[in-house]
């Protein structure tokens, strides 16, 4: 079932002049801006993972773990439906036979990073080496040769671009989202968030671990993916992966990043995120988490405030509620 053993490497090879453009494009606007959902969806649409108006992008971040991501391939398999996995090289190290079996049960495999640390807090040498290794790892247990990267907490810096560039792959972020990261998260309030913007082209990031947020999420997320999974059905949506999502040529970011750069009045840096503890080097997945819990996805949770609120507007704008709501 390694339908997806991929050319689509090769394909995004295709867009790295492009991808070069706007690294320095958008590193002008500031690091952190492209974890802003408000700013994301308006001005970066390919980033956002917009894609066929029919479809609805399935991505799963932050795995594969053992006590966990079973219970997400159970579920689709069930469904009969493929998503696409953003593993943590670190994670992939630590359960390589996972990772190969949920390539094996034909999802697409991305890369998340090796460790989920900010790439803010990296230099462009050191990004490169992170992505470079996980996107190794990846390819060698997983036998896919990776198409997407998505750094952690969304946050894509001028480095992660050039780094994205030169090894073929090519960034996106999400839509749409549930926070079950977020603390107190149950199924019910993850359906509740993932309603607000779930439409048809919409790119929807859960977390199939807990790795990196508190115990529980990754539950929470299982718990609301059915809904989610019939909810598409009932409005005549097909889940699938990233890969089916018509997310058109990379290169169209070029245009996205001139959109930005024209729109650099937003603020800039301004709603950059919070700046986690000083990260230390080689430490493996276990201890990362455990910082990395004490700023549980900040960048994320200030964006989705943001988010709120332009989606209140939206709705506002357009006179009418969400249906459903
Ligand atoms: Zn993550």
Known sequence: MGGNKT????RCGL??????????????????????????????RGLAGYGDPGHVALTFDDGPDARSTAGFLDLLARRDIRATFFMLGSMVAAAPGLAAEVAAAGHEIAVHGWDHRYLTLRGPQDTFRDMARAREVIAETTGQVPVYVRPPYGVLSGGALLA???????????????????????????????????????????HDSDATSPSGSARAALGALPWLLDECARRGLKAGPAAGHGLGRA???????????????????????????GPREGAGPTGQAKRDRAVPHAGEDSADDAAAQDHRQNEHDRGHGHPGQ
């Open 7 to 10: 050319t689509g490497g090769r």
């Open 164 to 206: 994205a560039g030169r090894l073929g792959l090519r960034p996106l972020l999400w839509t749409c989202w549930g926070r079950e990261w977020a603390p107190g998260a149950t199924s019910g309030s993850v359906v509740r968030t993932l309603r607000r913007d779930l439409g048809g082209g919409a790119t929807v990031l859960l």
């Open 251 to 277: 290169g169209a970011i070029r245009a996205e990043a001139g959109a930005w750069q024209g729109n650099a009045g937003l603020g800039g840096n301004r709603d950059s995120d919070p700046a986690p503890p």
């Open 15 to 44: 867009a790295i002049p492009g991808l070069a453009v706007a690294a320095l494009t958008i590193a002008q606007g500031g690091p952190g801006i492209t974890a802003l959902g408000p700013v994301r969806r308006r001005l970066f």
